[in-house]
């Protein structure tokens, strides 16, 4: 690790700031309360532009569907994300079985 590194590293810990034993801050993260029961979707739609990708979360009950949660993230984000998923489904996979796809929406989602 370089100097400066080591250095800013020692001045905001000596500011107060918590460390981890693996060397990584610890953060603080306030989970509000309109958020602790989550959401349900049954449907995604993912589009993007060169500077984010656009997630927005849907329940879809036939004859009709509405966005639940609609998540923006970075490019580099989304790629955390995907590897997150993949090694949670496969930690899930070797608990439970394998997993079988949901069956695609017979009908075009679009947005009103």
């Known amino acids: 690790m370089g100097t400066k590194i080591r250095r800013s590293l020692r001045n905001q810990h000596l500011k107060g700031d918590k460390f981890m034993p693996n060397g990584k801050k610890e953060i603080q993260v306030k989970f509000p ?3 602790q029961g989550g ?3 049954n449907n ?3 589009s993007h532009t060169k500077e984010e990708f656009i997630m927005d979360f849907l329940m879809v009950a036939a004859p009709a569907g509405s966005v639940t949660s609609r998540v923006i993230v970075s490019p580099g984000h989304a790629k955390r994300i995907v590897a997150a998923l993949n090694e949670n489904i496969a930690k899930y996979e070797t608990m439970f079985g394998e997993i ?3 069956e ?3 009908a075009n989602i679009g947005f009103h």
């Open 44 to 46: 995604m739609v993912v």
């Open 39 to 41: 959401v349900y979707s």
């Open 104 to 106: 695609e929406p017979k």
């Open 33 to 35: 309360d309109n958020l």
């Open 100 to 102: 079988q796809l949901a």
